[in-house]
């Protein structure tokens, strides 16, 4: 059994900072698990927008529209899992997400967000709208957006703000890999486990 560095969690926090900073960092891509409206299990690929080493929070954006926003309404339980193919390191982190809106968190993210990425949630018609039942003036609407120049769609984005509740952490290894868990309830100390 391999073992894991010391200040596991600092170090955790760390690099999940230096992801989220980092459009090349293959963890900043996370799978983002939720519970569907009607029980069951579902899953997506977020971006990575932040990391708050201090409250041990991790951020994501997205259209305030979509089916996570509804699942997350009904049921805030989600799970967020990365890996470092380099370093064969998984984190899977276990959390409640808060839906922000229309306050000031929120207008702080949509600020913070690059040009490209604010354009998408101008996007007229809702996601998951069969496009056979799209109205063409919707997307003349977003063609109209275009080529103004102007932003919208801040009345379409929402920042998810997940509190992070526990951490395991597995790092495979030549034979032998390193596992580890830490939770909030106890006081983030790292339990070294069989992997
Ligand atoms: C590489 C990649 C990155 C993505 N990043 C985001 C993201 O940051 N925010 C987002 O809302 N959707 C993102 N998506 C799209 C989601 O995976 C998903 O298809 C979309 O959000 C709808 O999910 P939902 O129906 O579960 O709400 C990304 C997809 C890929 C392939």
Known sequence: MDTPPPNLEQEIWRRLASA?????????????????????????????????????????HCDRRSRKVRQLKLEPNAAVVCYDPEAKIQFRMAG???IHEDDAIADQHWAQLEFAARDRYAQA??????????????ARQVRDVERSGEVHGRENFAALMCVVSSIDWLRLGEGADAHAVMRRDEGWRARLLTS
């Open 125 to 138: 018609p809702e996601p998951d709208v069969e496009l056979s039942e799209i109205d063409p003036r919707l």
């Open 96 to 98: 409640e997400v808060s």
């Open 20 to 60: 989220a900073g980092d459009p090349l960092d293959p963890m900043r891509l996370c799978t983002v698990a939720t519970v569907l409206e009607e029980g069951g299990a579902d899953a997506r690929l977020l971006l990575l927008r932040g990391a708050d080493a201090d409250e041990r929070v991790l951020w994501f």
